[in-house]
Every structure is written in C-alpha cells, then in structure tokens.
C-alpha cells in the first residue's frame, strides 16, 4: 500500500462539505470518461446529460415534477438515518402511498368536492406510514433487522401494487391495461405553471424540509433522534424511550414516502400504474447521504438527483443509451461520495516514513 | 397429491435454492471475517449478466460460468476497496454497490434482453436418479448444482476443522485481538469478500445460464438480499444454511404446486411468499435477542483500523 490512513483526532467539518462536492466531481469525469469509451463526444454528451434537460421553462418544471416525491422520501429517511434506524424502504412505503391514495381516489370518482385531494393525500401518508410502522414493529417486537425487512416489504409492496393494478383496481374501459382508471380533477394535485405538468406536489416537498428541520434542530423529539443516533446508550440513560422513537421515525419516513407515491398517482401519472416509481426510494437513499442527512443538503442534493434522472431520459433519445445510464451514475455518485467521506475521519499520508523511521532508529 | 408431483417439486426445490444456496455460502464466510456486504443483488446480477453475454458470444458455457465468478469477485474487490480499504460504512458501500450493479448489468445487457441461449443441460446419474421421491431432487439434477453439494460439504469442513477457517473466524470475533495475536486481519477480510463475491457471481451465471437461460434486467428478483436474511436465519451455521436455502426453494415454486393441484389463486399473490417467508423466519430466529446476539460475529459490520 502507498497510501496510509492515519487518524484526524476531530472529525473534519469542512471535508464533510467538501466530500459531496468533490463526489459530484469525480461522477463528473468519471461520466465523461465513460461516454468517450461509448463514442460520444464527452463534453456534448454532458451537456445533454446535465444541461439540456432543464434549458427552458418546461424542463424546470419537470424537474421539481421528478424532485418532488425525491425530496419527500429523502427528508424522512434522513431522520430515520439520524437515529440510526435504516430504513431501506422508501419504495415499498412510496408504493403502499400510491396504492392508498389510488384506493380512495378511486372511491371518489364522481365527487367533486374541495375534500377530495386531500382525503386522496392523507390516505397515501397513512398507507405509507403504516407500512413503515409495521417494520418498526417488528424491529421492537421481535428484533428482526430492519434493513433486510423494509427490502422485503419493497417486494411485497410491489407485488401487492401489481396485484391491485391487474385486478379490482384496473380500468374497465382501459383496454385491459394493467392502469386505473385516471383520477378526478378534484383528487389531482393543481398545476403550478400552466402548459407544464409542474404541479404543487414540489411545495408539499419544500414544507417538508423546513418542517423537518424545524423538528430536527428546535424540537425535543428531534434532540431525542440526534442523541439516539449518536449514543444510544445515552438516550438510554437519559430515559429516551428507544423503541417509540423507533416507531415514530418510521412512521414520519414513511408517510413522507406515502406521500410522495400519492402525489404520484394524483400528479404526474393522474392514475395508478404498475410503474408509480422509478426507484424513487432507492435514489432517496443516495440522496440522503449526499445531502448530509441536512435539510439543506437535501434539496440540493434532490435537485441533483431529478437532473440525473431527465438527464437519463434525454441520453435515451438523444445518444441512444439505456436508460439504466440513470442507475449506474447514482451508483457511481454513492461509491464517490463513500470514499471521499474517508477524508472526513482519516489523513491520507504516503506511505514513505519507513525508511527515514529504520536511519532515525539505528 | 401424488409420488409424481412430490418427486418434481422435490427436485424443482432444490433447483429452486441452489442460487441462495450459493450466494448464502459465500455471505456467510464474508461475515464470519466480519464484513457485511448487502451488495449481493448486485454482483448477482453482474455476474449473470457477464456469463450470459460471454456464453452467447463464444457458445461456451464453462468460459460463461468463470468469468460469472471473475465479474462477481471484481465488483467485491470494488466494495472492498471501499469499505476495507477507506474504512468507509459497509452498509452505506453495499447498498451502493447494489445500486450500481443493478444499473451496470442492466447497462451493458440492454442489448441482449429477450436472446435464448441453450442453457445448462441437467445430467442425469444412471440408477441412482431413478430412487423414488429423492433420486430426481439429488442425481438428475445440473453440473452446478453437484457443485453446489461440494461448495456446502467446503464451507462446512471449512469451518469445522480447518486452520483458515478458525482465522477467519477469529478476524470476525474480535480484529483487534486476532491483529495481536499477528493474524493478517486485512487479508483475510479482502479474500472473505473476494470468495462471498465469487459465489455471487456464480449465483448470478446459474440464474443467467442454467435457471432461466436468457438475461432480464433485474433478474435475480432479490434473491441476493433473500440470502442475507438466510445467513442470519441459519445463525451464521453452513450446516442451517442448505436447510434454509431449500425452503425457500420450496416457498418460490409453491405457485407450481398450487397452480398443479387447481387452485385459483394470484400469481401476484403467490410471487410475494418467498419476501413474506423471508419476513417470518427473520421474525422467529430473530426474537431470541440473547441468542442471536450471541450468534452474530462480535465485529460484524464494524470496521476494523489498526490504529484505532
């Protein structure tokens, strides 16, 4: 090895800001190098990666329409993240939300009443919530890892998704699509930009970061979420109730991510499909630790992370590319991220003392 | 029911498991040395993805498997340079290198979704597989499923009686410890997780090559993490493992059983028992706190820096 880590004594604040930075960086030109291997003129292929997407008004508008239900998932898995409860279940619990939601939209067909859309919400944070609660639950109840059971549930919800979609919930008249049918005015998210598909949904996010930074930084609960992340034997001795905090970090994640699928479904989508997410919930993941589990850090880092995901879709049309380029350069951003956060504990020093170290002993 | 229908579902269990099987083997000897890697799903699906496209381009199945198992030990050297060699989290670096082995292999096998290849053809061991009930589930089955019997009796004895073995699990007891006594705790770390990516990779080229021969995005349908779930159900014991491994065989094919005897039932609903299973069994092992802690290698998860 030439490399040596050598520990800082005090964790350094300013690599902890650096580090998302310099990740972003180096996904930069790692892309770059990745699309001269690919044939593509690096600088142009960026350019339509990063650029292009959001060049005129209607770009902007999609991406808070793919920032939104990023943004909401991402929030509420920072403070499960901030209390060390790993939950890995943003999807599943983004997907129950949408079903939840669909559930009740459904059921409001023919209404047309101020009450609907947000009944329509309220269901999908319930849906989402609840669905979260239950791996609480389990964690409390039985000990059973919470990271292995929120993927699980991911599955199961999909398939529960699925099986809604392709039977009571499915569109008589849709042709025999796996779809709902669309939703009413009254259940949709209203439009924000007229002529875009921007809705309010992007607003829902917004106030939800303050509000979890207001909880975080101002309120007992969130002092009670801090002190169990960082000891939790402190919270012990402090007389923290460690399983309710479990539960409610749970519950707020998940209805967040409820959320999120039901502003899906009563935004964008307009119905209940089979493909609600394209991994929102795994890409919240990423976002939360390139966000620095902060408020802050996560509008930033979703706005990155909807840009990413148009920048996908027009390297589709335009280069010609899989759309799987969206998952490896998330991978990629999270792997950088990972290994600039060493600078945040460690010195990096070459590995060269060895031989002054044996002249200064003999 | 009859002997026919338990003879094939029998032997369509063991089929069913061999995947978890094999990349159950492989996490397990990663955390005995003390490294979680969650990153299965993604070295599965690198390997599968890599074994199908060098077997649909060379035609040969032995050249698809290898380099399955080179694809799968790459991207665990990927997680270890990262995790082992930055100290960084490992559950942060394992999901990571889930997140990108899912986009990577579908990246680079966008092009061959939907291609039939010929896959692994099982083989067939004269009177013995003729037994009844049992002789189709152990001798009429593939080459990588004999295998699969060789790689558990490997990692048994391995466990059981030999020297590395008992390093190992040193190394995951306690790395301080075991650097102490002069055990090369790093070394040893980086080829658990080299053997633990290896039988990802394996996996992944049985789902590609032998088990559904074609390449899907995604295809390994978390099988990867269902294998996690397995190491803790077996309480870190190989022995545990296979029996895990076959039951969850047998909770993904129920929808042939229950599609075999006639019951209407959805395939949606059918396709989340294995995840619902996986669920239970992480409940029943897991509510002994006492026993699994006592289980679980001491510095799972934990890294491990020298000078700390």
């Known amino acids: 090895m030439f490399l040596k880590l050598e520990p800082r004594g005090e964790a350094s604040r300013a690599m902890s800001y650096l580090s998302p930075l310099l990740a972003g960086l180096l996904t930069l030109l790692s892309g770059?190098?990745?699309?001269?291997?690919?044939?593509?003129?690096?600088?142009?292929?960026?350019?339509?990666?990063?650029?292009?997407?959001?060049?005129?008004?209607?770009?902007?508008?999609?991406?808070?329409?793919?920032?939104?239900?990023?943004?909401?998932?991402?929030?509420?898995?920072?403070?499960?993240?901030?209390?060390?409860v790993w939950n890995i279940g943003a999807e599943g619990q983004l997907l129950i939300g949408g079903l939840a939601a669909s559930a009740v939209a459904l059921q409001l067909l023919e209404v047309e009443s101020f009450w609907a859309l947000p009944l329509v919400l309220l269901s999908g944070m319930l849906g989402g919530g609840l669905w979260g609660l239950l791996a609480a639950w389990l964690r409390n109840r039985f000990n059973a890892n919470e990271i292995l059971t929120t993927i699980m549930f991911n599955y199961i919800a999909l398939y529960l998704l699925l099986y809604f979609v392709h039977g009571s919930f499915k569109d008589p008249d849709g042709y025999g699509f796996p779809a709902s049918a669309i939703f009413a005015d009254s259940s949709l998210l209203p439009i924000l930009i007229e002529d875009t598909r921007m809705h309010i949904g992007i607003l829902f996010a917004l106030l939800a970061v303050v509000i979890i930074w207001v909880m975080l930084s101002r309120s007992f609960i969130g002092f009670q979420i801090k002190v169990l992340g960082l000891d939790s034997n402190a919270a012990k001795l402090a007389g923290f109730k460690h399983k309710r905090l479990v539960a409610v970090v749970m519950i707020i994640s998940g209805a967040l991510a409820g959320l999120a699928g039901a502003g899906e479904g009563a935004g964008p989508l307009e119905q209940l499909v089979p493909s609600i997410s394209p991994g929102y919930g795994y890409a919240a993941i990423i976002v939360a630790f390139l966000g620095r589990l902060h408020p802050v850090g996560i509008f930033f880092a979703s706005l990155l992370m909807a840009l990413i995901y148009l920048g996908g879709e027009l390297a589709q049309i335009e280069l010609n590319l899989p759309l799987a380029v969206t998952s490896l350069?998330?991978?990629?951003?999270?792997?950088?991220?990972?290994?600039c956060d060493v600078f945040i504990n460690f010195k990096v020093k070459f590995n060269r003392p060895q031989i002054s170290a044996t002249l200064e002993n003999s | 029911m009859d002997i026919d229908l338990i003879t094939n579902v029998l032997y369509a269990m063991v089929r069913t498991g061999t995947p978890l099987l094999i990349v159950a083997l492989g996490e397990l000897v990663c955390e005995r040395s003390g490294v979680l890697n969650l990153g299965q799903e993604g070295m599965m699906l690198m390997g599968a993805v890599v074994g199908f496209i060098v077997t649909l381009t060379t035609g040969s199945l032995l050249l698809g498997f290898i380099l399955a198992i080179v694809a799968g030990m790459l991207m665990s050297m990927l997680f270890a340079a990262i995790a082992l060699g930055l100290n960084a989290n490992q559950v942060a670096t394992g999901l990571a290198l889930t997140i990108f082995g899912t986009g990577l292999s579908a990246f680079i096998g966008a092009a061959y979704v939907g291609t039939p290849i010929t896959g692994l053809e099982p083989i067939a061991i004269p009177y013995l597989s003729e037994i009844p009930l049992i002789g189709k589930m152990l001798f009429a089955q593939d080459l990588v499923v004999y295998l699969s019997f060789g790689l558990f009796g490997l990692v048994f004895w391995f466990f059981k009686s030999s020297r590395l073995g008992l390093t190992v699990k040193a190394v995951g007891e306690n790395p301080h410890a075991?650097?102490?006594?002069?055990?090369?705790?790093?070394?040893?770390?980086?080829?658990?997780?080299?053997?633990?990516?290896?039988?990802?990779?394996?996996?992944?080229?049985?789902?590609?090559?032998?088990?559904?021969?074609?390449?899907?995005?995604?295809?390994?349908?978390?099988?990867?993490?269902?294998?996690?779930?397995?190491v803790v159900f077996a309480t870190w014991r190989a022995d545990r493992i296979i029996f895990g491994a076959y039951l969850f065989g047998l909770a993904s094919i129920l929808n042939l059983v229950v599609q075999g005897l006639g019951y209407p039932v959805s395939p949606n609903l059918l396709a989340m028992m294995p995840y619902a299973a996986t669920v239970l069994v992480l409940v029943m092992i897991s509510s002994n706190v006492m026993k699994s802690k006592m289980y679980t290698p001491m510095w799972l998860g934990k890294p491990f820096h020298p000078h700390t």
């Open chain 2, 178 to 230: 075991a650097n102490s006594l002069g055990l090369p705790v790093m070394r040893t770390r980086y080829l658990a997780v080299a053997f633990g990516g290896g039988m990802a990779g394996l996996a992944g080229g049985y789902l590609s090559l032998a088990y559904t021969p074609l390449w899907a995005e995604n295809m390994t349908a978390g099988r990867g993490w269902i294998a996690l779930a397995l």
């Open chain 1, 329 to 339: 350069f998330q991978g990629m951003l999270l792997f950088y991220l990972l290994a």
């Open chain 1, 32 to 84: 770059g190098i990745f699309f001269v291997f690919l044939g593509h003129d690096p600088i142009d292929a960026l350019r339509i990666f990063l650029v292009a997407p959001v060049e005129d008004l209607y770009g902007f508008a999609e991406l808070c329409v793919k920032a939104a239900p990023i943004m909401l998932c991402a929030i509420g898995l920072a403070v499960a993240f901030k209390a060390q």
